[in-house]
């Protein structure tokens, strides 16, 4: 277990942390995702997706990200992060997307990640990664777990609906720019009582019979 020290440093924020600009910049990244969705059509790549997506941050006088754009299709749904895209797949008429983005506005990180669809196809493995999310952030709620009971839990959900978990993406801390000062590690590495805003968690289900994946995160909130 990490001291109390330790505690305190990996669940910092900085001196010029607001809340209130952080959860606007919260509602600017999820209202940016929802656009950037509906702007998303079958037979597109996801190099096209890019483009139409820093139109969008241009148009919102978004000039910075502190990660890299996620945005998946098809069978790259199950790729964990870090892992680079076929970009020479494109988006099926019954298929569905996950998009992953983290503007930075007025100095404060946003970072929300939801899956969408076209058909009915996947509609059993699109709404799971929600509803694990918000079973277990409700969870945390109750009971304030830290990060890597918490993944326990979201792990023992995914398997009751014959999904698996990906350990690979299991969220992280966010906060003012940047927030590595504080810590750089996971969510699931974290051993001490897991504290509002200061984490997000990532939900990311592959369903091994189709080979597609689910993906859904946001801030932990009270």
């Known amino acids: 277990m990490m001291s109390d020290m330790g505690d305190i440093l990996i669940q910092a924020f900085g001196e010029k942390f607001n809340l209130e600009q952080y959860l606007n910049t919260r509602e600017l990244t999820k209202r940016l995702c929802h656009e950037l969705s509906s702007l998303i059509k079958p037979g597109m790549n996801e190099s096209q997706a ?113 999904f698996t978990l990906n350990h690979n993406m299991d969220g992280h801390r966010l906060g003012d720019f940047p927030h590595g000062l504080h810590f750089k590690g996971g969510l699931g590495e974290c051993e001490e009582q897991t504290k509002p805003y200061a984490w997000v968690l990532e939900i990311h289900l592959i369903d091994e019979s189709s080979q597609r994946g689910s993906f859904f995160e946001d801030i932990l909130m009270p």
């Open 50 to 162: 890019h483009e139409i997506y820093r139109e969008l941050l241009i148009k919102n006088f978004v000039f910075q990200s502190w990660h890299p754009t996620k945005i998946r299709f098809g069978k790259n749904t199950t790729k964990s992060f870090r892992e680079l895209s076929d970009d020479s797949i494109l988006l099926e008429e019954d298929d569905l997307f996950f998009i992953d983005i983290g503007p930075v506005f007025k100095g404060h990180e946003g970072d929300y990640g939801e899956t969408f669809s076209y058909g009915k196809k996947y509609d059993l493995l699109k709404q799971a990664s929600r509803e694990i999310f918000e079973q277990t952030q409700n969870e945390w709620r109750q009971t304030q777990r830290c990060g890597v009971e918490l993944y326990e839990f979201a792990q023992n959900l995914a398997r009751k609906k014959g």
